[in-house]
């Protein structure tokens, strides 16, 4: 099994480009997770999704957007990157009776120039 | 009410010394204080967790200590080794809501 994997790993992005981050699991957990993680300000939530079809917002929601069409796979939207957009994303999943343990992939460095 | 602060931002300590990290929160409905490790490169990975019901959780050479009435929470790495070397997370949530992250300490455990 897998587990979480992301795609791509790394990528450079101009202003204004547009791009998608792909999430996809293999443990048919419910609950999927986008953070971003920058320097000295850990880990914070872009938007979760509690099940296929479903999204919603998290802290820092600003210039993302979101889609889970299929229960395995949550994509991460960004329309038109922003310098501000350069981080390290990761994306994360839970099953729904655990106590929100979440497992996450290895994420994906993004750079915007 | 949301937040969680974590301290120190970064520790260096000597292989088979104790470290400690230490988490605060405001919300006392938090029900769960997970702590994650995270290697250079890689994703966050559970560590150890603990619910407020008990005072203190071991798991081989990791112990969360946890304080309700303070609401404070620790890990200390009992005989560190130059392995333990990673940033860690502590986090807050409450059960079928979002992990609230602290901003994270970096760990150097030199031989």
């Known amino acids: 099994n897998a587990g979480v994997t992301q795609t791509p790993k790394f990528r450079v992005l101009k202003t204004g480009q547009s791009m998608t981050l792909l999430c996809a699991q293999d443990m048919n957990h419910e609950y999927m997770y986008w953070y971003r993680q920058d320097p000295g300000m850990g880990l914070r939530l872009i938007h979760y999704s509690v099940g296929e079809g479903t999204t919603a917002k998290g802290e820092v929601p600003d210039g993302y957007n979101v889609s889970r069409l299929k229960k395995q796979n949550f994509l991460l939207g960004l329309e038109s990157a922003a310098p501000s957009q350069t981080s390290v994303y990761f994306c994360?999943?839970?099953?729904?009776?655990?106590?929100?343990?979440?497992?996450f992939g290895p994420g994906t460095r993004l750079t915007v120039l | 009410q949301q937040q969680v602060k974590q301290s120190p931002q970064s520790l260096i300590v000597q292989k088979g010394g104790i470290p400690i990290i230490n988490c605060a929160y405001e919300?006392?409905?938090?029900?769960?204080f997970p702590w994650y490790q995270q290697f250079p490169g890689k994703g966050p990975a559970l560590l150890i967790a603990?619910?407020?019901?008990?005072s203190e959780k071991k798991e081989g050479r990791f112990t969360i200590s946890f304080n309700k009435s303070a609401k404070q929470f620790s890990l200390h790495i009992m005989d560190s080794q130059p392995g333990d070397s990673a940033t860690y997370f502590c986090?807050?949530?409450?059960?079928?809501?979002?992990?609230?992250f602290g901003t994270g300490t970096r760990l150097q455990v030199f031989p």
């Open positions: 603990i619910r407020p019901d008990v």
């Open positions: 986090a807050a949530s409450l059960r079928t809501d979002k992990l609230i």
């Open positions: 919300n006392t409905a938090f029900d769960y």
């Open positions: 994360a999943t839970r099953g729904q009776a655990s106590y929100n343990e979440q497992f």
